[in-house]
């Protein structure tokens, strides 16, 4: 009982440790707040710590970017260590300020550090052995320095165009093409032709079957056909396929030799007579939104349960905005 108490009473104590500071974020405004930039808060962040500051950049999945090239950062998987981008921490202001395509913001609010909310923790438990103490909310599983927000404002809602591949090196870039001496690189361009079949050919059952590795169990299924709907509705990506004579191109996500094999396969076509110079340069542009000039769907392995086998799952991604596509020259 006493582990369970602590970790209750540890809930609203971890709730002022995630927070950028003690002090109320609605005495944090526009007004009052220090200009700054999103590099400077990353490089010197102990002398912004806890600070009212306003920032302005690129603002997409729960993130602000310093400019489009920022998105090329690459960050390990719990958040540390970005100089170019910064998160902006889940709260009121994020819920009623929901941005639906990427665009320039002002974002006002404290800086924090879900690194700090831990390091208290780990202090915390030091303490008390006895007791289980763990760090709620979004910093339970994030080590990234963040904006508390109190104000966001968007300053220009025009979409910025993706990132092409004549601006992004190979080696800055989150995907690459897919090794040809990768064992399980058949089988999963396989499962990706079949996926692109189905959609081609409208049929839904197979869609079904190979996107929904539970296709049996009904509300899995019933999703999958809604996602089948989407894709092949009148004005959607899918609505016309083209052709597996066309132009194709996989991907795999970067790794270095150290980091293994890839888990999972990404093949695109295009939709045109030629898209050299035109494939997605970065994972999140491979979106399938109607004005990409090529469509993309992705082949994983899928673990259906402990002692269970292993699938080849296929699914097409589907975004409801994205970066704008770059005007043909």
Known sequence: MRRRLALL??????ALAGTASAKSTDRCSPATAKPTDIETIQSQYRDWA????RVRGIGVDRHVYADRQALTEQTPPFGAGARRSILLLPNRETSRRQIQQPATLEVTGRVGS??????????MQAAAQNDFI???????????????????????PTRPMRLTE???????????????????LPAMRDAAHALFNALAQRDQNAFVRLSEPYYDSPPWAKEARQNFARLTARKAAFAHVPPDTQQERTFTERLTPEEGTPSDLLLCRCKTSDCTGKWPALRRDADNLP???????????YLLGP?????????APLAKDGFAEPSTP
Not at 9 to 14: S, Y
Not at 50 to 53: K, L, R, Y
Not at 135 to 142: F, M, N, P
């Open 9 to 14: 009473i540890a809930t609203p104590l971890l």
């Open 50 to 53: 806890g600070q009212c500051v």
């Open 114 to 123: 879900c690194q700090d909310a831990h390091d208290a923790v780990a202090e």
């Open 134 to 156: 763990m760090v709620s909310g979004y910093c339970h599983t994030s080590l990234a320095t963040y904006i508390s927000p109190s104000h966001i404002r968007v300053i220009d």
């Open 166 to 184: 004549a601006e992004v090196p190979p080696e800055q870039r989150d995907i690459m093409d897919a090794p040809t001496d990768w064992p399980a």
């Open 291 to 301: 004005e990409r000039p090529y469509l993309c769907v992705a082949a994983n392995n």
């Open 307 to 315: 002692g269970k086998a292993t699938v080849i799952q296929a699914t």
